[in-house]
């Protein structure tokens, strides 16, 4: 494989003095010497299936990572953009056969990138205004309002029904595409800091709100509290906490991932808590991996990883410890789900089976599988809006399998793929409900019936 890049002056190899990474954690050459090339991960890869070029899979990501550190190719926008066209769903890492550590070699090279390659004005603009945006809570809060005024007076339904925000900027209609309809009740936010268990306590726990979690869907953290109460959990949430990083330490924005990581661990500090418990499948994912994120602060180091050992899924921690509340049925006759398997759940936390056991713990409920359920639905974070096109194709397929189970109701755990899966859904004209595990645990709980 042809590798080296050459001047367009003289045709001549550009090999030396080239922009590359710096020293500051580069992908590792042990790493990247693991891969044996076998292509196994090629299938398994969504943007090598859409894209379908080699440099747009893991395998052929890694022949670029390992060339840069040679210092035989530039960081440059010809390279960048495979690196870009990444999901991250980690599919890969799943499977491998020689164990490649592919998570760590691609967050390594988005972190290298952020500092070391100069994006367009333009992106640079469009990516401050994600990283400013959604990782605040409360800024997203305040933009609730002018956002409900905009679907009230049907500038929303204007734009998606011309097409015109997407003539004028793809990544603007994709972001304006996955809004839900706004209600007055996502300004509410009225947690108390500290709720009693029902009945014997038998555990103290943290819930971590998250951003668009809190804001979106904050009927999954009301249902996340009551199943946790119902089933003995005294529940803690600190007012002080803020975003977990996700968004940022996936996309290379290490200052502000840093920083969001020790505002949580801060927050949660003296707090006696005997797990941390978070019910967004990718905000986990990253939660597990503070100890990596803060390896070189000597103030937090210990701290990262102390909090990370107790981070657990709500789906994990109902399985480990038992479910005490008992299950009544969500309809009267047989309710048939499908699973979404989300990413960050299924191949970064390996957790697949314990949202099956829950959901099958329900009276009358049938549990279908989709086909192609370990491929990514498109979301990855904020993938969607930097990447529309590739998730637009990943989001229709998606969907398309899991409308082939003929179920009555999709359950997705994390509220990025809630959302993608949403909008393919509208578009495709299907009006299936989508709900998460915790909502249907409360629902069956609580004795109420679901209305489809």
């Known amino acids: 494989m042809q590798l080296s890049q050459s001047n367009s002056a003289n045709n001549t190899p550009f090999l030396q ?229 996700a968004l940022p330490e996936h996309q290379g924005q290490t200052k502000q991932a840093q920083a969001l990581a020790k505002q949580m661990i801060d927050s949660f500090a003296n707090t006696g808590v005997d797990f941390i418990i978070i019910n967004a499948a990718g905000c986990g994912h990253t939660l597990k991996e503070y100890g990596h994120i803060l390896e070189d602060d000597p103030e937090y180091r210990d701290k990262a990883k102390e909090f990370a050992a107790k981070v657990t899924d709500a789906q994990e921690f109902l399985v480990k410890v038992g479910l005490t509340a008992k299950l009544s049925p969500l309809r009267e006759q047989p309710l048939t789900l499908v699973y979404q398997d989300a990413c960050h759940l299924l191949h970064g936390q390996k957790i697949s089976v314990q949202p099956r056991q829950l959901l099958q713990q329900i009276p009358k409920v049938k549990l279908q599988e989709p086909p192609d359920a370990a491929i990514c639905c498109g979301s990855a974070g904020v993938y969607n809006l930097l990447q529309p096109e590739v998730a637009e194709e990943l989001g229709k397929q998606k969907v398309q399998n899991l409308l082939k189970t003929g179920a009555d109701l999709i359950v997705s755990p994390n509220p990025g793929c809630t959302l993608q899966i949403a909008k393919h859904l509208r578009l495709q004209g299907q009006k299936i409900a989508i709900a998460h595990p915790m909502e249907l645990l409360d629902y069956s709980i609580r004795g109420e019936k679901l209305n489809i």
């Open 17 to 245: 003095n080239l922009q590359g990474f710096d020293a500051n954690h580069p992908p590792d050459p042990k790493l990247l010497k693991s891969c044996v090339h076998c292509g196994f991960c090629l299938s398994t890869c969504p943007s090598y299936r859409v894209i379908g070029k080699e440099m747009d899979s893991p395998r052929g990501r890694i022949y670029l990572m390992d060339a840069i550190n040679q210092g035989e190719i530039a960081l440059n926008a010809a390279s960048v953009e495979h690196f870009d066209s990444c999901l991250g769903c980690l599919a890969c890492v799943t499977a491998c056969p020689s164990g490649v550590q592919y998570d760590k070699l691609i967050s390594a090279t988005r972190h290298q990138i952020e500092r070391n390659y100069p994006r367009s004005f333009s992106e640079k603009l469009f990516r401050q205004l994600i990283f400013s945006l959604f990782p605040n809570p409360a800024l997203l809060r305040i933009l609730l309002v002018p956002l409900f005024v905009y679907q009230k007076l049907g500038f929303s339904k204007f734009f998606r029904t011309t097409g015109l925000l997407q003539k004028i900027s793809p990544r603007l209609a994709a972001m304006e595409s996955i809004l839900p309809e706004i209600t007055l009740k996502y300004l509410q936010d009225n947690f108390p800091e500290v709720i009693p268990a029902q009945g014997k306590k038998r555990y103290r726990v943290g819930v971590i709100l998250g951003c668009v979690q809190r804001l979106f869907f904050s009927s999954v953290n009301k249902a996340t509290v009551q199943v946790l109460t119902a089933n003995g959990c005294e529940v803690i949430i600190p007012k002080s906490q803020g975003c977990c990083a």
